[in-house]
Nanobody, 126 residues
Framework: QLQLVESGGGLVHPGGSLTLSCAAS????????IGWFRQAPGKDREGVSS??????NYADSVKGRFTISRDNAKNTVYLQMNSLRPEDTAVYYC?????????????????????WGQGTQVTVSS
């Protein structure tokens, strides 16, 4: 079964850090661009970050605080989140880009991703 599984979410105080993991099964992650998205209650899903062979991309709201990386040996993509704010509270999803359709200039558009994980909850609160 092709699958992406997110992990690492939880409760953290403002200013704290979390690292999210996105592990792939039944496909080799290195062949694909991988994106992170999030959705808070009452809000639309938004792109957070993506990683391809050529670029790393970040939403303006997280730039300078979040870092995306990959470990091909573990077939896993990570999202290191520092200086967390209450506004970062959301369910975070990772997704696989579609070869030949995904492009870095459109990285935030979820129509160019074809496989999604189940999500992991991140809550930033005092």
């Amino acid at each position: 079964q092709l699958q992406l599984v997110e992990s690492g979410g939880g409760l953290v105080h403002p200013g704290g850090s979390l690292t999210l993991s996105c592990a792939a099964s039944r496909f080799t992650m290195d062949f694909y661009a991988i994106g992170w998205f999030r959705q808070a209650p009452g809000k639309d899903r938004e792109g957070v970050s993506s990683i391809s062979h050529s670029e790393r991309n970040y939403a303006d709201s997280v730039k300078g605080r979040f870092t995306i990386s990959r470990d091909n040996a573990k077939n896993t993509v990570y999202l290191q989140m520092n200086s967390l704010r209450p506004e970062d509270t959301a369910v975070y999803y990772c997704a696989r880009g579609v070869p030949g359709e995904y492009a870095d200039r459109w990285w935030w558009r979820d129509q160019f991703y074809d496989l999604w994980g189940q999500g992991t909850q991140v809550t930033v609160s005092s």
